[in-house]
């Protein structure tokens, strides 16, 4: 880097952990992890056209490699990284992007590296062109540090995305109020949008669905709204460009039929119990297992979403490990910032949706989306 690194920011821990595994330097051209380590919302990754890639050293300096038309652009985006142009015209990937890198590498290491990458991303073209064009390597499968390193936020990602969660709860609070018979399910989504938007959001892509489409989980459609339906909202958003807020709630229009509220008062009560159980120590797939549990003593029948079960980690990525699997076994630890969403089904088969996302500290949990009181179902103008 042109200027010291921060010791929580992204490239100072990958420079850190290249250095406890006896690496020269780490290649990074997966989208989510480039992101991550420029901390900027940079275009990245196999055969799209101006990929970028990044370059972390072991002494902590990062270098993006970017199209040579993109460098100013890039430059400002992620400020004190060498940011390094080549020329795309007529490049296939990996041509252009990967002679660059080669030349870089010769020019830092003539005598050979050790270089760590992304064995889950990296193309068997672009490794042979890196092969051919730089110094003698050594390959090293480094996917798997990345992903940890991105389960632990940094103190500056912890507060924006701090700060992300409590803006989605207000606009989904806000939102709700605003519901009317009539509306259809693309103009509640529309109206969410808006309230995100005008408090700093880059991107928002809510689901909603209304009546007969609660019990699926699609994009919002233009059937409007009737009185005693229910409203189930999930939206996923990108907060100053690159890091993921996720939450989801659950509505009435009008006034809620005694059986509509036990539906949402049981379904409250188990998110209830996986926030109070959640703490670190404990094994991802342990914390399925107590929801599963909790919901046999209730009485619901879970929602098994087949490759998260009831939650996961957000970050860069809008959906990103840990997963709350029965079959995931990272421990949790403070500093993880992890989603649940322990769903259940309603008594006509609606997807009881309450979302929220948690970061995990050394006492236990703190909401970050589930700061207002959210016992009572919230009910839409009738």
């Known amino acids: ?23 020269d330097g780490v290649l990074l051209l997966g989208l989510e992890n480039v992101q991550f380590a420029a901390q900027a919302p940079l275009r990245s990754a196999s055969e799209l056209d101006r990929p970028n890639l990044v370059l972390v050293e072991r002494d902590g300096k990062a270098t993006v490699f970017t199209s040579q038309e ?20 007529g490049a296939a990937f ?24 992304e064995g889950d991303r990296l193309t068997i073209a672009a490794r042979d062109r890196l ?44 939102t709700i109020a605003e519901i009317e018979p009539g509306m259809t399910e693309r103009q509640i989504a529309d109206r969410l949008v808006g309230h995100m938007q005008a408090v700093g959001f880059t991107s928002a892509d809510p689901l909603v669905g209304a009546g007969p489409n609660a019990c699926r989980i699609g994009p919002p459609t233009q059937r409007p709204v009737e009185v005693g339906e229910w409203v189930r909202i999930d ?17 009435v229009v009008g006034p809620a039929t005694p059986e509509q509220q036990a539906a949402y ?8 119990r996986v926030m109070e159980y959640l703490r670190p120590g404990l094994r991802c797939g342990d914390v399925y297992l107590f929801a599963r549990k909790s919901c046999e003593e209730l009485g619901l029948r879970l929602f098994n979403y087949g490759h998260i079960g009831i939650g996961h980690g957000i970050g860069v990525g809008g959906t990103e490990r840990p997963v709350l699997h029965e079959r995931d076994d ?25 979302e929220d996302t948690l970061l995990i500290t050394e006492q236990g949990i703190e909401p970050l989306s589930h700061v207002e009181d959210w016992s009572a179902l919230p009910t839409a103008q009738a």
Not at 235 to 251: H, I, Q
């Open 131 to 174: 092969v051919e064009r730089g110094p003698s390597l050594e390959l090293v499968p480094f996917h798997e540090t990345v992903r940890r390193l991105r389960m632990v936020k940094s103190a500056t990602d912890m507060a924006t995305m701090g700060e992300a969660a409590g803006h989605t709860e207000r606009a989904l609070r806000r």
């Open 70 to 89: 993109t460098v100013d652009t890039v430059s400002l985006m992620a400020p004190g990284l060498e940011v390094l142009g080549y020329d795309e015209r």
């Open 265 to 272: 008062a049981g379904q409250y009560e188990l998110n209830q």
């Open 235 to 251: 939206v996923k958003s990108r907060f100053r460009g690159f890091l993921y807020t996720d939450a989801g709630r659950m509505a």
């Open 330 to 354: 990272t421990v949790l630890e403070p500093g993880m910032i992890i989603n649940i969403e322990p769903n259940t089904y309603g008594p006509g088969g609606e997807i009881m949706h309450i």
């Open 94 to 117: 990996p041509e252009g992007i990967i002679d660059a890198v080669g030349r870089a590498l010769v020019g830092r290491w003539p005598d050979g590296a050790r270089l760590g990458v």
């Open 1 to 23: 880097m042109t200027t010291p690194a921060p010791a929580d920011h992204a490239v100072a821990r990958i420079a850190k952990a290249a250095n406890e595994a006896g690496l």
